[in-house]
């Protein structure tokens, strides 16, 4: 109906997407993680954090 259910402090830097799985969990997507809070209740599900692969030697040594 495009109005507001929930309300959920994230606390995802960047956050760029929210998608409904297949469990029914909303899951949001940011800069280096993604979230999943139940749908009824907004209680956090599990979290997860990746960093991203560094430059490498050789580009690094391109670089400068």
Known sequence: TGKRRLK?????EAAAFM????????????????AAFDGTSATPLWRERHEPPGRG??????AA
């Open 8 to 12: 959920v402090s994230h606390n995802i």
């Open 19 to 34: 998608l409904l799985n297949e469990r029914g969990e909303l899951v949001l997507g940011g800069k280096n993680e993604l």
């Open 57 to 62: 030697l050789l580009r690094t040594a391109r």
